[in-house]
DNA sequence: TATTGTTATACTCTATAACTATA
DNA sequence: TATAGTTATAGAGTATAACAATA
């Protein structure tokens, strides 16, 4: 905090809302890119809002999650299951460790890798975290209904088949 | 450019690839938020790898499409389109006018708007873009294959049910 | 007073390259 | 040489607040 802070009172970035309209859109609105991108914004502004959680964002409850899900993971392995840069890891992590919700162990095998592993009050925040992203969740599945199933497919889908 | 370049050959961000896999994901798979965004990042880099013009990111092609389609649009209206505060509008544009793809003319009825418009050489661009979006889209649609009419709705209702 | 667009400011996310320490 | 993680650096994207011009 080298300077004063003159802005919001409010750290997360993006509140605006969903696009308006009236505005013609012409091909845009059938492109499946496009589309993606107005969900997945809309989807990441609702959960940022609705959340009663305010520092930890998306990013960081997935990075979490994989945590929770596969302890003692290494960093690079973590970067690769939420596909960023292993640089773009360190620093995540580093805050993580020292909000005291993810602890670093240097492997004794290979004392290059770090693994990590969720802290007891770590184990809780994502509980919290959980809650919050499932009432995120319940909204999204009032959306779409009976064809979620189809939907996670189709976006694994795309995932998968544009690596 | 008060700087010199000590990285990449390239501007564009985000090579990585697609996430990895053989790491378990928990309930973060099931989650069609997260699916969302593992789809339009896939997406997004998908483009930006595949896209031969190498400076004008979906979020430019996104505006110019939206000025195309609404020609004398203000900028207000633009960012409400394209779901960005107007603020963040100002930049693109006159990144947008400098490459002389857009031209901006003062309103004569109400002199706190600009019209904005598409150059002819801004138009020649947003076909090559649209050649290029077109053959990222068949690439999509191949994956998503029938489903795609029902995979845009569904994305529709998100964008507009979580305003 | 309200709105359009601009500016000043700043923060998040992300990457590349080079580096250290291991292996 | 190759890999894990860190650091230095940088840029894209986006926002809030305040402001000037205009309505």
Do not use: W, Y
């Amino acid at each position: 905090m080298s300077q004063s802070r003159r802005a919001g009172r409010d750290l997360r970035r993006r509140p605006v809302a969903a696009a308006s309209d009236a505005t013609r859109r012409g091909r845009l609105d059938g492109r499946i890119g496009f589309q993606l991108r107005m969900a997945q914004d809309a989807s990441f502004r609702a959960f940022a809002r609705d959340t009663g959680v305010r520092d930890l964002r998306p990013g960081r409850f997935a990075a979490m999650t994989v945590i929770h899900n596969n302890p003692g993971i290494t960093q690079t392995t973590l970067s690769r299951a939420i596909a960023r840069d292993k640089s773009t890891v360190t620093p995540l992590i580093q805050d993580l460790e020292r909000r005291g919700l993810v602890a670093r162990v240097r492997s004794r095998t290979d004392r290059r890798c770090i693994a990590l592993r969720l802290t007891a009050s770590g184990e809780d925040m994502l509980l919290v975290l959980e809650a919050h992203a499932a009432s995120h969740d319940r909204r999204l599945d009032r959306i779409v209904g009976p064809a979620k199933p189809a939907l996670i497919r189709l976006l694994k889908s795309i995932t998968d088949g544009l690596a």
